[in-house]
């Protein structure tokens, strides 16, 4: 059975079967309401939608903004990486030049090569085309203006994204780490207890809210409790940061010995006050990419090396407004 339809604004219109229309959207689903897990195991969708119809111009869209948000969450940099990003965005565009995912999804690409202007113009063109899609909202702020420190535009774009789609937990969840970066712990934490039971993290966040108030040892107890059966070892380093604040120096070690991935050392690192280690850790990180390094060197966990010089040459080297 076909569909025809109608999607965003100017945009063409599509005809594709039930069962195509059916895997984009649970695949978009994912994302919005899982975060960046649900983002990861989108990518699948995507394919198989590709796969059933080759001409589905959103589902290459949103093809594109999965693996970018994949290549940041790992140590994946390869050429075949890269162009598995930039690919599908710029196949979407040809399908469909009025397609405001496509635009919003070459503004990653864009971003994760430090290509900042032509990010920028492709983002502003995706809301242009659809103000009131949630996700572009969200990808705008992560990974254009966070990097570039642009955190009180951020919250200011995320809160019209949320006006718009108050009902997105993921818009929700970026917006909660907005605050969190602007020191406005409060509100912050507001958003992070309103998000649902099952939303990836959202205690997380609290705990990193209730460590900006100065509530150390709650976060501590809601950070263990966040992690208490959990494998996301990328987030571990928030318990290792609210170790080292709490004095628990022993529980830090442990947990940095145990991490393999430089963000969670980076985080520990921090809480227990070492400059030195820190700074190697985040080095470790420039293979993640300049939009996910640039997005955490505005962590207020990392404030304490910012005026370090050598954060400087690591702007510089991966691409980063120095």
Do not use: C
């Amino acid at each position: 059975m076909a569909l025809r339809l109608k999607l965003g604004h100017g945009q063409r219109r599509y005809e594709t079967s039930a069962e195509v229309y059916d895997l984009y959207l649970h695949a978009r689903a994912m994302g919005i309401q899982q975060g960046l897990d649900g983002e990861i195991q989108s990518i699948a969708k995507f394919e198989e939608a590709i796969a059933k119809d080759p001409s589905f111009a959103p589902a290459y869209a949103g093809l594109a903004a999965a693996r970018v948000a994949r290549s940041g969450a790992s140590e994946m940099d390869s050429a075949a990486e890269l162009a598995g990003m930039e690919g599908p965005a710029e196949k979407a565009l040809e399908l469909d030049p009025l397609l405001a995912e496509a635009h919003g999804a070459l503004g990653m690409v864009y971003a994760r090569q430090a290509q900042w202007e032509r990010s920028e113009k492709s983002f502003r063109r995706a809301l242009e085309l659809d103000p009131n899609d949630s996700v572009i909202y969200g990808n705008f702020a992560l990974d254009l203006l966070f990097p570039l420190g642009r955190i009180q535009e951020a919250v200011q774009q995320l809160r019209i994204g949320v006006k718009n789609d108050p009902l997105a937990p993921r818009l929700r969840y970026i917006l909660a780490n907005a605050l969190i970066v602007a020191g406005r712990y409060d509100e912050a934490a507001a958003y992070s207890v309103s998000l649902p039971a099952d939303f990836p993290n959202k205690n997380v966040w609290l705990g990193r809210a209730r460590l900006g108030q100065g509530r150390i040892q709650e976060a501590v107890q809601i950070l263990e409790n966040a992690f208490s059966g959990t494998s996301d070892a990328d987030m571990w380093g928030f318990l290792g940061y609210a170790y080292g604040r709490a004095g628990r120096r022993h529980d830090a070690e442990q947990l940095a010995a145990k991490a393999s991935l430089p963000f969670t050392q980076a985080l520990t690192f921090a809480g227990l006050g070492d400059k030195e280690r820190t700074l190697q850790a985040l080095e470790r990180m420039a293979v993640l990419g300049p939009a996910r390094l640039g997005r955490n060197l505005s962590y207020p966990e990392f404030a304490f090396v910012r005026g370090d010089p050598r954060i400087p040459v690591l702007r510089k080297k991966v691409g980063l407004p120095e």
